[in-house]
């Protein structure tokens, strides 16, 4: 995003877990700070030195330790790419619980530090439940083993959950064992143009309704998403015909048992949406070969890089209910109507979570001042989160108490304090 810029010189590349303590233990005598660094795909500049702090970057440690097929457990350095770790249980017929656009440069380790959201948490849950075990070196460089494969581990506190989304504030994670499920036989998607936002939340019902559990992602996009991941994609999903007329889509996903089933029961559902006296949808196309399967997706993961290509991006990742986020997003649109080239929302509808991305020449004091507090304000009235998947990193650190209240910073700041006492581990993140 270009947003910051540290005066790091030099970056190490570890190759075992040994050498990351070995690194972490001598920073710590001499008080030098230390950015984790994963694949460098967030979008909050958490993974970004902001000083001149010594980048510790896991690249170089990506093998992967043991794989169980019969559990589905998985034990990897934290440096393996999450698409390669996907190829790696796919002719065991498993796949990675998490899935997101920039699969195939982020890595695992940084996903679990950022507790990374993406397409498939409506069905398979948050990192905090696939992830069974860590390794982490902590900002004094012990090794933390707690790289067990247990289902069940009822020992007190638990003690792997706090590096989940800490952002490598608390230590490095240099392992992570994570629960894959078993592969869907069958996957198909189905893409559908609504009249109005307004029906997306009875559609969402029915489609929950009708599918039941081979429904497996249901994400949206705006009529300005659409529009923007066409001009800079592939090609496009639906005709000039269908698309007119539209003012949102959403893209829904069955992974289930039976091919023959799923289709009919998609084909059945697609029949009854557009059959209905007031049809909640224009139309909508299901995808009919893998490769069409692959461009409807393409369509949803290309909004974050389509934008990138228009200008430069303020980014807002939220957790709001689902029936405001079309006010959310008019309201910001309307506040800053002259100032900026585009206001668009999109994300994960399933999940509560709205990304709104507004799209302007250039970053300037201007805009960022109309936004915030604007947006977060916004949010809190709803009590919702002003970070639903992509973190706090060096963003937001600004803004946590609109979604932490003065206890929760509070208790924050002495973990912190415990674990990182020197304030050495990745500073200026999360916390201020
Ligand atoms: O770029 C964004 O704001 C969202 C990125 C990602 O979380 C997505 O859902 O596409
Ligand atoms: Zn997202």
Redesign the pocket.
């Known amino acids: 995003m270009g947003k910051y810029r540290g005066r790091a010189t030099t970056v190490l590349r570890p190759k075992t877990t040994q050498q990351v303590s070995d690194i972490v233990r001598w920073c710590a005598s001499r008080d030098i700070p230390i950015v984790p660094q994963g694949g460098n795909t967030g979008?909050v500049g958490g993974s970004v030195p902001l000083h001149d702090e010594l980048v510790v970057s896991l690249a170089n440690m990506n093998t992967v330790r043991s794989f169980d097929p019969v559990s589905g457990i998985l034990v990897a350095d934290a440096g393996c790419i999450l698409q390669s770790l996907t190829d790696y249980v796919a002719p065991h017929n498993h796949i990675m619980p998490i899935d997101?656009?920039a699969k195939g440069s982020c890595h695992i380790g940084g996903n679990v530090a950022t507790n990374a959201g993406g397409l498939r948490l409506l069905r398979y849950g948050s990192l905090h439940g696939s992830v069974l075990g860590l390794e982490v070196v902590l900002p004094d460089g012990t090794i933390l083993d707690q790289l067990t494969s247990l289902r069940k581990d009822n020992t007190g506190y638990d003690l792997k959950q706090l590096f989940i989304g800490a952002e490598g504030t608390l230590g490095i994670i240099t392992g992570v064992s994570i629960l894959t499920p078993p592969s869907p036989q069958a996957s198909n998607n189905v893409i559908l143009a609504l009249p109005h936002f307004d029906n997306v939340q009875p559609l969402y019902k029915t489609v929950k309704r009708q599918l039941s559990e081979i429904l497996s992602a249901f994400e949206f996009i705006d009529r300005t998403a659409y529009d923007l991941a066409v001009k800079h994609g592939q090609g496009r999903a639906l005709s000039d015909e269908d698309v007119a007329g539209a003012d949102c889509f959403v893209l829904v996903e069955t992974s289930g048992g039976r091919r023959e089933h799923d289709e009919e029961k998609l084909t059945d559902l697609l029949s009854s949406l557009l059959e209905a006296d007031t049809p909640l949808i224009n139309t909508g196309v299901l995808s009919q070969s893998p490769a069409q399967f692959s461009s409807l997706w393409a369509l949803r993961?290309g909004?974050?890089e389509a934008?990138s290509k228009e200008g430069k991006a303020y980014?807002y990742?939220i957790s709001i209910p689902l029936a405001s986020f079309k006010h959310v997003v008019d309201t910001t649109r309307e506040h800053l109507r002259h100032a900026v080239k585009h206001v668009l929302g999109y994300?994960?509808v399933g999940d509560g979570n709205l990304?709104l991305?507004i799209v302007a020449s250039a970053y300037t004091q201007e805009i960022q001042d109309a936004l915030e507090p604007f947006v977060y304000e916004l949010v809190a009235s709803y009590r919702g989160s002003i970070s639903a998947?992509?973190g706090i990193g060096a963003m937001k650190t600004h803004a946590l108490h609109y979604s932490k209240n003065d206890v929760s910073i509070e208790w924050m700041k002495k973990i912190k304090a415990l674990f990182d006492p020197r304030g050495i581990m990745n500073p200026g993140k999360v916390l201020e």
């Open positions: 979008l997101l656009g993961e909004v974050t934008v980014k990742d994300g994960h990304h991305n998947e992509h």
